[in-house]
């Protein structure tokens, strides 16, 4: 198989994901926080790790602000949920995931506000239309830093600056980016990032990561046990335990320490460096194929790791099924979990069809894909 599905989760894994995994199973295989004893122990001290390499990717000074969730899905809701209030008033844009605009739009039930604000149709934002949408009473503005359709890359930056200076708390959905490109908390004022970590932090499905940047309160979504104050019946309201009620899932959080340790070994600019090259050339050569119609920016450097594309009269989905049964190319066909980013790129009656490379891609992968479709569309 040729996987050009990376945005949906990364394949392959680095080889010390799978065996840290393994130990983690064999060896340490307790549970984390909850017991005296020296598999305990060890569980614990492998979390805490995975924190402080967090925590140094993104640049936050105190890694017990890196909560640890169970997939970008969770980080979202936590975070959005969490700062928000009745009478407040929320702003993101028309490229989100679900994950982002489902969140939202459940919290108008509860008296909360939002705007949706318009991108344009290569995915890009005009940042000046995000501050004309803010409020008096607007806490929050959260917005994806790279389109999981268009690949568009969001100013975040220029973002997180203007938030700083409106005092209006700005989040981040880095589930395609996290692990690509540079994100300094800091330096980009971002008081929280969710990511998940089986995409671009190379880790195990069922991780994700939620990161704090701001010292505004955050609700705790759930309660039980957290192995700490006991003897207490309210959930403790400190940082990483307020935020972490239930066993922590061991396995997949030692998987993910290994996959940020390869990313800060190797290095974000190595990593988006590889994967531009693969997509110029994709984009470059697919061009010469009349049928095909690409979405998303023209300047490579307004992209990254995604590309959609449509073949004139042929189905997304059928266009998917081939590749994969005819070609072993696996891709992504429909509408992503982001509907409102389709009718902002003009395919919300037909999908597209999401090709999307990894650090394991290689040029071959790309020969391989245009010259599938080369000859689907030959032939239709």
Do not use: W
Not at 55 to 83: H, Y
Not at 102 to 127: A, M, Q
Not at 285 to 313: A, F, H, M, T, W
Request: charged share 25%.
């Amino acid at each position: 198989m040729i996987y050009l599905d990376n945005a949906a989760t990364t394949y392959p894994k680095p080889e010390t994901v799978y065996d840290e995994v393994m130990r983690a199973m064999k060896e340490y295989g307790a549970n984390p926080g909850r017991g005296s004893h020296a598999m305990a122990i060890e569980g614990a001290r492998i979390i805490y790790e995975t924190r402080e390499n967090l925590a140094k990717l993104f640049n936050i000074d105190d890694p017990m602000r890196v909560i640890l969730t169970f997939n970008a899905t969770d980080s979202l809701n936590q975070g959005i949920k969490g700062v928000l209030n009745p009478g407040d008033h929320v702003i993101t844009t028309t490229m989100e995931h679900n994950s982002v605009l489902r969140p939202v739009k459940e919290l108008e039930k509860y008296g909360i506000k939002n705007t949706i604000v318009h991108c344009n149709s290569d995915g890009s934002i005009n940042v000046e239309k995000l501050e004309e949408a803010i409020k008096i009473n607007t806490k929050l503005i959260v917005t994806t830093h790279v389109s999981n359709l268009s690949g568009t890359i969001l100013p975040i930056e220029k973002i997180g600056s203007m938030c700083k200076r409106r005092n209006v708390l700005y989040m981040v959905d880095a589930s395609q980016s996290a692990g690509v490109l540079d994100i300094d908390m800091k330096k980009h004022n971002i008081d929280l990032l969710a990511a998940p970590g089986h995409k671009g932090l190379l880790g195990p499905q069922g991780t994700g990561i939620l990161i704090i940047n701001c010292d505004d309160e955050i609700k705790h979504l759930k309660e039980g046990g957290t192995g700490s104050e006991s003897s207490n019946i309210y959930q403790p309201d400190f940082y990483p335990d307020k935020l972490e009620a239930g066993t922590h899932n061991l396995p997949g959080i030692a998987g993910l320490n290994e996959g940020v340790k390869y990313i800060l070994n190797k290095g974000t600019k190595s990593i988006y460096s590889h994967e531009k090259k693969l997509l110029e050339m994709f984009i470059k050569e697919i061009k010469n194929i009349s049928k095909i119609k690409i979405y998303g920016p023209e300047d490579i450097e307004q992209r990254c790791g995604v590309v959609s594309v449509n073949l004139e009269s042929v189905d997304s989905s059928e266009l998917a099924f081939m590749l994969d049964t005819e070609y072993g190319i696996a891709v992504r066909p429909g509408l992503h979990c982001a509907p409102l980013a389709h009718k902002t790129i003009g395919t919300e009656n037909i999908g597209a069809v999401r090709f999307s490379v990894g650090p394991f891609n290689e040029m071959t992968d790309i020969k391989a894909a245009v010259k599938a479709l080369k000859e689907i569309a030959e032939n239709n």
